[in-house]
């Protein structure tokens, strides 16, 4: 929905100098506008996934379930809402909060839900920056929950150890819509590895855990637009 003339340009003069055979990795743009909200499996249709990590209140990792194809709506994860958008949001957005489908809210445990796309990291990437970028404001996250967005690689060749997890904060993202930014160098070490871009929060005790996502984009390159938010320009530095 937004205009991004200069930024649009600029990154497919850079995607012309990279054979495209040659990346595994591969460009991502989604404003959910043309999406069926009454569609069950929009989201799930289009490549996102959901998967949740449960703590302890104190910490300790208890167990994880999923990836599951990510739901359109529900007490769980995530699901397209209508309303929220400004003129560069349009009519539809992306709700992503906790999975208030696990009774261990009830029971003080904290459910870290994730809502993300999935791809694989190939030797044709080495030395190519990817930039997850997109619009968030809060909905009704509420109390002790924080939220994210991130860029993490995981390698199954080592017991799906995680070997980087870069990330926004969205735990104080205001309720009006801000640009914000993620930036990642593919070195050779990630060859092989699963790389994920999406949101998460961690939640319990059923509390509100709701940010709005829109205009997300996934592409090569460093182009920043004109209109990027001061975390988003932070975030390039963390």
């Known amino acids: 929905m937004?205009?991004?003339?200069?930024?649009?340009?600029?990154?497919?003069?850079l995607i012309c100098l990279i054979p495209a055979a040659a990346l595994a990795l591969s460009p991502y743009s989604q404003d959910f506008e043309a999406m069926n909200i009454a569609d069950g499996g929009a989201l799930s249709a289009d490549g996102w996934l959901v998967f949740a990590n449960v703590f302890s209140s104190g910490g300790a990792y208890l167990y994880g379930y999923g990836p599951f194809p990510a739901?359109?709506?529900?007490?769980?994860?995530?699901?397209?809402?209508t309303g929220e958008g400004g003129a560069a949001q349009g009519a539809q957005q992306l709700n992503v909060y906790s999975d208030y489908n696990n009774g261990d809210h009830a029971a003080g445990n904290l459910i870290e839900a994730n809502t993300f796309q999935e791809q694989t990291v190939v030797a044709g990437d080495v030395g190519s920056t990817w930039t997850?970028?997109?619009d968030a404001k809060l909905a009704n996250l509420e109390g002790a929950t924080t939220a994210l967005a991130f860029i993490k690689t995981l390698d199954p060749s080592a017991g799906w150890a995680m070997t980087n997890f870069l990330t926004v904060d969205m735990t104080t993202t205001p309720a009006t819509w801000n640009t914000y930014v993620l930036q990642i160098v593919i070195d050779p070490g990630l060859v092989g590895q699963i790389f994920q871009f999406g949101f998460s929060n961690t939640a319990s005790?059923?509390?509100?855990?709701?940010?709005f996502y829109d205009n997300v984009d996934f592409y090569?390159?460093?182009v920043a637009n004109e209109d990027m938010s001061w975390s988003g320009v932070k975030s390039l530095y963390r």
Do not use: M, Q
């Open 2 to 13: 937004k205009l991004r003339a200069n930024a649009i340009l600029a990154v497919a003069a």
């Open 205 to 211: 005790n059923y509390e509100g855990s709701g940010v």
């Open 220 to 222: 090569t390159g460093t």
């Open 132 to 134: 997850f970028e997109f």
């Open 71 to 81: 739901p359109n709506g529900g007490p769980g994860f995530c699901g397209l809402a």
